[in-house]
C-alpha cells in the first residue's frame, strides 16, 4: 500500500475557476519528466518554517518542528523527511487536459520504522504556466489521539481529489489499521479543501 497523505483554481470552464484560454495546455510542463527526487516541498507539510529541498526523495530538517516536540526522538535533533519519487500519481486536477501530479511524503523521526512515522501526507503539483508549482497539500482529516498516525491514498480526478483514510484504533498492530474513511477535497478559486470526512469502518477496539 502506498502512503503517505492540502491546493488552485480549474484552468477549464466548469469547475469554478477561470475559462479556458488558448495556449495554456501548451505551455504546461509535463510533469511525467519532473526530477521528483529533488523538488522542493512546503515547509508547512511537516511544521517547519522554511522550504523543504529533497536530495534523492529525502531531507533532514531542524530543529525539531513544535508540531512533533512531544514526540519520541532517540538522541535526534531534527525531522527527517522522506518521498516516494518512483510512485507520482498523476490526474487532471485543473481540468486543463495536461496532468497535475502527487508526490507522497512522510515526516519520521529517522528510525527507519514505521513507528517512527509522525505524519504522513501527499504534496499536489500543477505544471501550469510551464513551471512546476505547488498546489498544495492534502492530509489525513481522521486521525484518532494517542494512535499512530493515519495512512493515506488518494486518487485525482477534474475538480476533486478523494482521500482514502486508513486509520488506527487501540487493538490495530502496526501493520494493520483497521479503521476507514473517506474525504473528498474540492477544488475550485485556485483552492482545494477538505469536505467533511465520512467514516466507513469504525477501528478494532
Same mark, same amino acid.
Given at each position: 500500500?502506498?502512503?503517505?497523505?492540502?491546493?488552485?483554481?480549474?484552468?477549464?470552464?466548469?469547475?469554478?475557476?477561470?475559462?479556458?484560454?488558448?495556449?495554456?495546455?501548451?505551455?504546461?510542463?509535463?510533469?511525467?519528466? @519532473?526530477?521528483?527526487?529533488?523538488?522542493?516541498?512546503?515547509?508547512?507539510? /511537516?511544521?517547519?518554517?522554511?522550504?523543504?529541498?529533497?536530495?534523492?526523495?529525502?531531507?533532514?530538517?531542524?530543529?525539531? #518542528?513544535?508540531? !512533533?516536540?512531544?514526540?519520541?526522538? #532517540?538522541?535526534?535533533?531534527?525531522?527527517?523527511?522522506?518521498?516516494?519519487?518512483?510512485?507520482?500519481?498523476?490526474?487532471?486536477?485543473?481540468?486543463?487536459?495536461?496532468?497535475?501530479?502527487?508526490?507522497?511524503?512522510? /515526516?519520521?523521526?529517522?528510525?527507519?520504522?514505521?513507528?517512527?512515522?509522525?505524519?504522513?501526507?501527499?504534496?499536489? !503539483?500543477?505544471?501550469?504556466?510551464?513551471?512546476?508549482?505547488? @498546489?498544495?497539500?492534502?492530509?489525513?482529516?481522521?486521525?484518532?489521539?494517542?494512535?499512530?498516525?493515519?495512512?493515506?491514498?488518494?486518487?485525482?480526478?477534474?475538480?476533486?481529489?478523494?482521500?482514502?483514510?486508513?486509520?488506527?484504533?487501540?487493538?490495530?498492530?502496526? /501493520? /494493520?489499521?483497521?479503521?476507514?474513511?473517506?474525504?473528498?477535497?474540492?477544488?475550485?478559486?485556485?483552492?482545494?479543501? #477538505?469536505?467533511?470526512?465520512?467514516?466507513?469502518?469504525?477501528?478494532?477496539?
Amino acid at each position: 500500500m502506498v502512503v503517505g497523505a492540502a491546493l488552485l483554481s480549474s484552468a477549464a470552464a466548469g469547475f469554478g475557476g477561470e475559462p479556458s484560454r488558448p495556449g495554456l495546455a501548451a505551455s504546461a510542463i509535463d510533469l511525467h519528466k @519532473v526530477g521528483w527526487g529533488s523538488v522542493t516541498l512546503p515547509g508547512s507539510v /511537516c511544521g517547519a518554517s522554511e522550504p523543504i529541498r529533497l536530495h534523492h526523495g529525502s531531507a533532514f530538517i531542524t530543529p525539531i #518542528p513544535a508540531r !512533533f516536540s512531544g514526540d519520541y526522538f #532517540p538522541g535526534r535533533r531534527g525531522v527527517t523527511v522522506d518521498s516516494f519519487p518512483d510512485e507520482v500519481l498523476f490526474g487532471d486536477l485543473e481540468g486543463g487536459g495536461r496532468d497535475d501530479a502527487g508526490l507522497a511524503v512522510n /515526516c519520521n523521526n529517522g528510525g527507519g520504522t514505521a513507528d517512527g512515522v509522525l505524519l504522513y501526507a501527499w504534496v499536489i !503539483f500543477s505544471g501550469r504556466g510551464g513551471r512546476l508549482s505547488v @498546489v498544495g497539500t492534502v492530509t489525513p482529516q481522521v486521525q484518532p489521539s494517542g494512535e499512530l498516525p493515519t495512512e493515506i491514498e488518494i486518487a485525482i480526478k477534474p475538480g476533486k481529489i478523494t482521500a482514502s483514510e486508513f486509520f488506527y484504533g487501540p487493538a490495530d498492530e502496526t /501493520c /494493520c489499521s483497521s479503521g476507514r474513511a473517506t474525504t473528498i477535497w474540492t477544488y475550485a478559486h485556485r483552492t482545494l479543501l #477538505p469536505g467533511m470526512p465520512t467514516i466507513t469502518r469504525r477501528p478494532n477496539s
